[in-house]
């Protein structure tokens, strides 16, 4: 049975990624099995805290890159980043952790040459 600090950090990081109660119940079913973060093993923790970071870190990119966007005053972001990444990109959320991170590559090398 995990402890009450690990408890405190799925719920530190479910509020963090702005995860509501429907979707983590859902996480909890399609990826351990259980219905209740009481129900994990230890094992089990260790995937949702890892699957929780990731959700976090890619929200925080999908944060950096739409200021990114603002500071250099591009009014249709998503054609821009369709054209840099020679792929139709409907919603940035939509995106792919790769697909963020090579655009922001690029862009941090425009900005740089201004």
Excluded at 15 to 44: A, G, M
Excluded at 58 to 67: A, F, G, H, I, R
Excluded at 76 to 104: C, N, Q
């Amino acid at each position: 049975m995990l402890d009450r600090k690990a408890y405190a950090r799925i719920h530190i990081l479910l509020k963090e990624c702005k995860i509501s109660e429907e979707e983590y119940r859902t996480i909890l079913r399609d990826n351990f099995e259980v219905e209740s973060s009481r129900q994990l093993n230890f094992n089990q923790y260790d995937r949702l805290i890892s699957l929780l970071l990731q959700k976090r870190f890619s929200m925080l990119q999908k944060e950096y890159l739409n200021d990114m966007l603002k500071r250099m005053e591009i009014r249709f972001p998503e054609a821009y980043i369709s054209k840099i990444l020679h792929k139709e990109i409907r919603r940035i959320d939509d995106m792919t952790r790769e697909e963020i991170g090579k655009v922001l590559r690029i862009l941090s090398k425009r900005m740089g040459r201004k």
